[in-house]
């Protein structure tokens, strides 16, 4: 049987379905949509017909706008889910410095979300402050990372760890020649 896990196609329409259905679910028109996620009408349209394949800085307005999870957005199916390193589902950030797989759904977890990142040398990712109550750990698994928070840095190396509150502007550096490869764990709590 054919792994389709990986396709953009798949991926694209999926992300549109789950779009139209959380709108649909809160009775959002698609104008109401863009006004708490910032995104154009025309884009969230596209999206949830298929026709735009979003990158990882307009899913995270998206769920910010909602207040959910990313992973909400890229659903996995029930039962066990094996999380193999570039099989499953990946989102691009908009300057391509960081791709993110999303390990697994926050559905079978209640708040909490898993990642892996790969942040290309030399770059950085900024995806800015998150929705209110979400809570960050990241670990460098190899290379090194800055972290920045706000005005403060936090230099990582392999297996380091770091925990803060998501909802403060936040940017992962990675300003070595090798390509540095982070885990993250995302919680959500109502505020």
Known sequence: MKDESNNPEKITRQVGQRLRNIRRERGFSLKQLEEVTTVSKLTLGNIERGEANPSLTVI???????????????????????????????????????TLEPMFDAANFGSLEIHRAFLKPHSEYSPGAHQA?????????????????????????????????????HAYVNQTNDEAVLHFVMTYTKV
Do not use: H
């Open 60 to 98: 995270w307005k998206i769920a910010n706008g909602l207040q959910i999870p990313i992973s909400s957005l890229l659903n996995e199916d029930e039962g066990v889910t094996v999380s193999r390193k570039n099989e499953g589902n990946k989102v691009v950030s908009a300057n391509e410095a960081c």
């Open 133 to 169: 109550g979400v809570k960050e750990y990241v670990t460098v698994m190899k290379g090194e990372a800055v972290i920045r928070i706000e005005e403060e840095e936090y230099r990582l190396g392999e297996y380091d760890s770091l925990k803060f509150n998501g909802d403060r502007p």
